[in-house]
C-alpha cells in the first residue's frame, strides 16, 4: 500500500520510552530523563531577543534558499575562526541537519546507489538514504577502534554501487570522533574511488579536548552536515547548514529551491545573533556543563559496575556495556523506567550491532537529576540481586 | 557526478527575472513586481504578537514530529466551520507544504512509481516526485477544461507504474479550480485503481466564489497538502500541513519523525494566533484585496487586448495569452522587464505545453503598482507596434 521505505524503517523504542515516561510523570512520578538528545537549554537569551527583533521589524518573508548573505557570512566566520577558509557560496543554509540530509540525499544518491553509515549510528541516515532509493550499507564499528571505521573497513565494504560514506564526529549514540589520520586516510581513498564523504558535524563544539575542531581542517572535499540545534541550543527553530564543496553549489542550490523554498526567516534572522560573543559565552559555559555532567555520570556509573568502552569526545552521550546486569539493554531499560523512573535509550535504537548489550545514557539534565537517577539504578541494582 | 535527478531539474527562468529586476533597481529604477508567488503582506499582528510570545516564554524546544496537540485541533477546527470532520491523528503539521511534498513522496512512491501532474504546473511538483526516485508524468491540460484535467484525462494517462494523481485546487499558474463534480469523478476512478490522490489546496481561502472550500467536502480519502503561507501570509515562517486518511497515520508518523524531527516551534505557537477572529478578519480582508486587484489586473489586460483564456477563481495568479503581441512568451517577459521594468514570469516555468504563448501574471503588489504596471505595459505595446 505504502512505498517500501515505510516497511524498512525501524521504529524508534525511544519514543516507547517516552510514552512510558509521560505516564509515570501523570501519576505524579519523578522521571529522570537520561533519555533525551536535546540540550536541556533554552536557547540563549541573545538569540530569542534577535528573534523578536526580526519579527518586530516583520523578517517573515521568503529568504534566498540557501540563506540570508548575513548568515552565510557569519558562518564563514566561524569557519575562519578554526583557520579553514570557505566561501560564502559553498555554505548552504538548512531547515535543520534533517534538511541538509535530505538535500545531500538528493544530490548525491540515485535509486539503488549505497551509501556507507556505521552501526551504532543515527538513526535516521538510513531513512534520509531510502528518501532518495539509495540503499544504506551498514559498518559494524567497535568499541576497539572507538566506535569508528578505520579506512581498511570503509575499503572492505565499498563495493560497485557504493557512492558515499557518511560518518559523524562526535557521534551518535558514542559521542567518539574520528582520528584525524583516519579521517584523512578516509577522505584520500573515497576520493580515488570517485566517491563522496559526508561528515556529520552536529556536535561540533560539544567536545572535550577535539583532536580537531572541523573535519575540514584535515579535507577540504567533505560535505559537512552542521546545525543550529546542539551547541547552539536552537533545536526547536529547525535550522542548520551545509558546506560542500565548490562544484555542488549549482546542483545544490536547484535542490534547495525546490525542495524548501528557503529555511525559516525568523530563525536565521535569530541565528546571526548565535555568532555574537555574548551568546559565544553562553554555549561555552553550556558546553562547560556538559563536560562536568558527563565526568559525574561516567564516574557514578563506572563505580556501579558499568563498563563504558570508550569515553565520549564530545555530544553529551555516553555508550555504556549493560552485560554485568545480566539483563539485555532493553529489558534494562525497560525495567529502569518502569520500577525506578530512569529514563534511557536502548542500544537497539541506533543498529543492530551488539545493540543487547549497549544502553545510550544522555546527560541532557541537571547535575542533581544525574544523582538522582545514579542513586536510583544503584537501588536497581541491588533489587535485581546484581550488587 | 550527482545524481540524475539534478539533471532533470528546469532552471527558473523567474530566478532570472529577480536578478534582473535587481540589477533596475540597483540602477534607481522602479520595478513593478508582478512576478512573486508571495503575498505582499507581511504577517498578521496577532501572528507575530503570537510568535514574540512563545519566544518568550522559552517555546524553542523539538515539538512532537506530527505538530502540537493545540495546533492540530485549530485545524480540525477550521475544517469542521466547512462542515468537514476529520480527527486529529489525521492533521500532520509539516515544514511548509514543501515538507508535506516531500513526506507524500516518501510515503507513496517507489523508484519507478509514476505520479500524473498537470502540465502547467507547480513545478517543483516534479523534484518532490523525483527525489523519491519517482517518475512525474504530465498530463497537458487547456483552457477549455480550465487547466484542470478531466476523469477521462487521468485514465488515460493511467498505466502499468501509475501510482497516483497530483492536482491543485485552485492551481499555479492558473488560478482556476478543478470542478466538484470532476473531482468526485477522479476520486472514484483513482480509488478504483487503487490508486492515491493528492489535493494541493496552498491557496485555500483565496478564492472568488469557490465551487467547495476544500476537496474533503467531496471526497473523505484525499491527501490534502496545506500551508500557512499563502491565505495566512506565513510565508517566511515555512509551516503547512496535511490531512492524510487514516490508515496512512501510523506510516506518515513514522516518516515524519525521522525525516524532519518536528516543524519549526516558534512558527507552531504564532501559528494558533492564526484561526483567532481577530487575525481571520485580517485574512478576509486581504482576501478580498486580491479578488479586487484580480479584477483591476484583468480588465487592464484586457483592454490592451491581452487573452485571459480562464478566470481565475482563486489564488493570485492570471494566466495571460500573449501571443497577440507576435512575442513569445519568454521574449515578451524579457523585453517587458529589460525596456519597462515590468516583471512577469514566462510560460516555460510551469511546464512545455504552449509555454510560448503564455504568462504568469502575480497580482501580490498594491493597486497602484498594478496601475503604474498596466500603464507600462500599454506603452511596450504602442512600443513594439502592437497596438
Same mark, same amino acid.
Given at each position: 500500500?505504502?512505498?517500501?521505505?515505510?516497511?524498512?524503517?525501524?521504529?524508534?523504542?525511544?519514543?516507547?520510552?517516552?510514552?512510558?515516561?509521560?505516564?509515570?510523570?501523570?501519576?505524579?512520578?519523578?522521571?529522570?530523563?537520561?533519555?533525551? %538528545?536535546?540540550?536541556?537549554?533554552? &536557547?540563549?537569551?541573545?538569540?530569542?531577543?534577535?528573534?523578536?527583533?526580526?519579527?518586530?521589524?516583520?523578517? &517573515?518573508?521568503? /529568504?534566498?534558499? /540557501?540563506?540570508?548573505?548575513?548568515?552565510?557570512?557569519?558562518?564563514?566566520?566561524?569557519?575562519?575562526?578554526? %583557520?579553514?577558509?570557505?566561501?560564502?557560496?559553498?555554505?548552504?543554509?538548512?531547515?535543520?541537519?534533517?534538511?541538509?540530509? $535530505?538535500?545531500?540525499?538528493?544530490?548525491?544518491?540515485?535509486?539503488?546507489?549505497?551509501?556507507?553509515?556505521?552501526?551504532? #549510528?543515527?538513526?535516521?541516515?538510513?531513512?534520509?538514504?531510502?528518501?532518495?532509493? #539509495?540503499?544504506?550499507? &551498514?559498518?559494524?564499528?567497535?568499541?576497539?577502534?572507538?566506535?569508528?571505521?578505520?579506512?581498511?573497513?570503509?575499503?572492505?565494504?565499498?563495493?560497485?554501487?557504493?557512492?558515499?560514506?557518511?560518518?559523524?564526529?562526535?557521534?551518535?549514540?558514542?559521542? /567518539?570522533?574520528?582520528?584525524?589520520?583516519?579521517?584523512?586516510? =578516509?577522505? +584520500?581513498?573515497?576520493?580515488?574511488?570517485?566517491? *563522496?564523504?559526508?561528515?556529520?558535524?552536529?556536535?561540533?563544539?560539544?567536545?572535550?579536548?577535539?583532536?580537531?575542531?572541523?573535519?575540514?581542517?584535515?579535507?577540504?572535499?567533505?560535505?559537512?552536515?552542521?546545525?543550529?540545534?546542539?551547541?547552539?541550543?536552537?533545536?526547536?527553530? +529547525? !535550522?542548520?547548514?551545509?558546506?560542500?564543496?565548490?562544484?555542488?553549489?549549482?546542483?545544490?542550490?536547484?535542490?534547495?529551491?525546490?525542495?524548501?523554498?528557503?529555511?525559516?526567516?525568523?530563525?536565521?534572522?535569530?541565528?546571526?545573533?548565535?555568532? $555574537?560573543?555574548?551568546?559565544?559565552?553562553?554555549?561555552? @559555559?553550556?558546553?562547560?556543563?556538559?563536560?562536568?555532567?558527563?565526568?559525574?555520570?561516567?564516574?557514578?556509573?563506572?563505580?556501579?559496575?558499568?563498563?563504558?568502552?570508550?569515553?565520549?569526545?564530545?555530544?553529551?552521550?555516553?555508550?555504556?556495556?549493560?552485560?554485568? $546486569?545480566?539483563?539485555?539493554?532493553?529489558? *534494562?531499560?525497560?525495567?529502569?523506567?518502569?520500577?525506578?523512573?530512569?529514563?534511557? $535509550?536502548?542500544?537497539?535504537?541506533?543498529?543492530?550491532?551488539?545493540?543487547?548489550? *549497549?544502553? +545510550?545514557?544522555?546527560? &541532557?539534565?541537571?547535575?542533581?537529576? =544525574?544523582?538522582?537517577? !545514579?542513586?536510583?539504578?544503584?537501588? @536497581?541494582?541491588?533489587?535485581? %540481586?546484581?550488587?
Amino acid at each position: 500500500m505504502f512505498a517500501n521505505r515505510v516497511d524498512q524503517i525501524q521504529p524508534f523504542r525511544v519514543m516507547e520510552v517516552l510514552e512510558r515516561a509521560a505516564y509515570h510523570e501523570a501519576l505524579g512520578r519523578r522521571v529522570v530523563h537520561l533519555e533525551v %538528545g536535546e540540550p536541556d537549554f533554552e &536557547t540563549a537569551a541573545p538569540i530569542v531577543a534577535a528573534g523578536q527583533q526580526a519579527l518586530r521589524e516583520g523578517k &517573515t518573508k521568503y /529568504t534566498p534558499a /540557501t540563506g540570508i548573505p548575513e548568515l552565510r557570512r557569519a558562518i564563514v566566520g566561524h569557519y575562519k575562526k578554526m %583557520g579553514v577558509t570557505v566561501n560564502e557560496e559553498q555554505i548552504v543554509v538548512t531547515s535543520g541537519a534533517s534538511g541538509g540530509l $535530505t538535500l545531500l540525499a538528493a544530490l548525491l544518491l540515485n535509486p539503488g546507489d549505497e551509501l556507507l553509515i556505521t552501526d551504532p #549510528g543515527y538513526p535516521c541516515n538510513e531513512v534520509f538514504t531510502r528518501l532518495a532509493g #539509495g540503499v544504506p550499507v &551498514t559498518m559494524a564499528v567497535n568499541a576497539n577502534q572507538k566506535f569508528q571505521p578505520t579506512a581498511a573497513g570503509v575499503e572492505m565494504h565499498w563495493q560497485q554501487r557504493t557512492k558515499g560514506v557518511l560518518l559523524a564526529s562526535p557521534a551518535n549514540p558514542t559521542g /567518539t570522533m574520528l582520528a584525524a589520520d583516519t579521517l584523512e586516510e =578516509i577522505a +584520500r581513498s573515497v576520493r580515488q574511488r570517485g566517491g *563522496f564523504f559526508i561528515l556529520d558535524e552536529i556536535y561540533q563544539g560539544l567536545t572535550i579536548e577535539a583532536p580537531y575542531q572541523t573535519g575540514l581542517q584535515i579535507s577540504q572535499d567533505l560535505y559537512v552536515l552542521n546545525s543550529f540545534s546542539k551547541f547552539f541550543g536552537m533545536t526547536g527553530w +529547525r !535550522l542548520g547548514w551545509l558546506v560542500v564543496p565548490q562544484p555542488a553549489i549549482e546542483a545544490i542550490t536547484k535542490l534547495a529551491q525546490n525542495l524548501f523554498i528557503s529555511p525559516s526567516t525568523p530563525a536565521q534572522y535569530a541565528a546571526l545573533a548565535a555568532f $555574537t560573543p555574548a551568546a559565544m559565552a553562553i554555549h561555552d @559555559a553550556r558546553a562547560a556543563t556538559f563536560v562536568a555532567r558527563a565526568e559525574l555520570l561516567a564516574q557514578g556509573l563506572l563505580k556501579l559496575g558499568f563498563s563504558i568502552p570508550v569515553r565520549p569526545e564530545g555530544a553529551f552521550y555516553l555508550y555504556v556495556d549493560v552485560s554485568h $546486569t545480566g539483563l539485555a539493554a532493553r529489558d *534494562f531499560c525497560w525495567r529502569l523506567l518502569d520500577e525506578f523512573q530512569v529514563a534511557t $535509550t536502548p542500544g537497539e535504537d541506533f543498529g543492530q550491532h551488539m545493540h543487547e548489550r *549497549f544502553v +545510550r545514557f544522555a546527560y &541532557t539534565t541537571d547535575e542533581a537529576s =544525574i544523582q538522582v537517577g !545514579l542513586q536510583r539504578i544503584e537501588q @536497581a541494582l541491588q533489587a535485581w %540481586g546484581v550488587v
